[in-house]
């Protein structure tokens, strides 16, 4: 399966930003879909991920309550929408997705199969 991000720019601290991903080559219901983000020098770090049927997620501790993750299997896209941003959001932003039979979403150390090119995101003080 191969994945598109987009939707990254610059925005001011305490904005808003939406991001996208569109999958394309697979079932895209058979996959758990995930956000994950790299700052400059820092290791990458799970962001969100959402189960097949998009009734299980999980996000973690520096975005929840900021951020929302959601899915549309009718149009195999994946949405990051990132509210009251921080400076310290400032990253590159992959959605990654991983086969699975389980109706929940993965653990946040789960490996993932498949990867899109990151898209930038600035968050400016």
């Known amino acids: 399966v191969q994945l598109q991000a987009s939707g990254g720019g610059l925005v001011q601290a305490g904005g808003s930003l939406r991001l996208s991903c569109t999958t394309s080559?697979?079932?895209?219901?058979?996959?758990?879909m995930g956000w994950f983000r790299q700052a400059p020098g820092k290791e990458r770090e799970f962001i969100a991920s959402?189960?097949?049927?998009?009734?299980?997620?999980d996000l973690s501790d520096s975005v929840k309550g900021r951020f929302t993750i959601s899915r549309d299997n009718a149009k195999n896209t994946v949405s990051l929408q990132m509210n009251s941003m921080k400076p310290e959001d400032t990253a590159v932003y992959s959605c990654?997705?991983?086969?699975?039979?389980?109706?929940?979403?993965?653990?946040?150390?789960?490996?993932?199969?498949?990867w899109g090119q990151g898209t930038l995101v600035t968050v400016s003080s």
């Open positions: 959402i189960s097949r049927n998009g009734r299980d997620t």
């Open positions: 990654a997705a991983r086969f699975s039979f389980s109706s929940f979403t993965a653990g946040r150390t789960a490996s993932y199969g498949h």
């Open positions: 080559g697979g079932t895209f219901s058979n996959y758990i």
